[in-house]
């Protein structure tokens, strides 16, 4: 399974991005999908996740209230829509499924990353 990040970019502070995390090669419909995000100089930091059905979610503090994970399994695609956005959010963006069908923490896959900037 390959899974690749997407949606990123350059953003002004306040504005609103929607990532995507494709899967090819195999479904992941059956794993949980989590987010996260790692800045320069940082460690990797666990945003979100959604369980297999996307009936549980979970979020990180720091994202809690801006962030929404949901995933579309027809589609074989997990998604982050992040709203007021801030420089702090500046960092190359992750996916990752689980080894379990709920949010275990032990990642199967990781995905390629995206770039998301922002500007203030």
């Known amino acids: 399974v390959q899974l690749q990040a997407s949606g990123g970019g350059l953003v002004q502070a306040g504005d609103s991005l929607r990532l995507s995390c494709a899967a090819s090669?195999?479904?992941?419909?059956?794993?949980?999908v989590g987010w996260f995000r790692q800045a320069p100089g940082k460690d990797r930091e666990f945003l979100a996740a959604v369980s297999w059905k996307g009936d549980r979610t979970s979020y990180a503090d720091s994202v809690k209230g801006r962030f929404t994970i949901s995933r579309d399994n027809r589609q074989n695609a997990v998604y982050l829509q992040m709203n007021t956005l801030s420089p702090e959010d500046t960092a190359v963006y992750l996916c990752?499924?689980?080894?379990?069908?709920?949010?275990?923490?032990?990642?199967?896959?990781w995905g390629q990353g995206t770039q998301v900037t922002v500007s203030s």
């Open positions: 990752a499924s689980d080894l379990s069908s709920y949010w275990s923490g032990r990642i199967r896959y």
């Open positions: 090669g195999r479904t992941f419909s059956n794993n949980a």
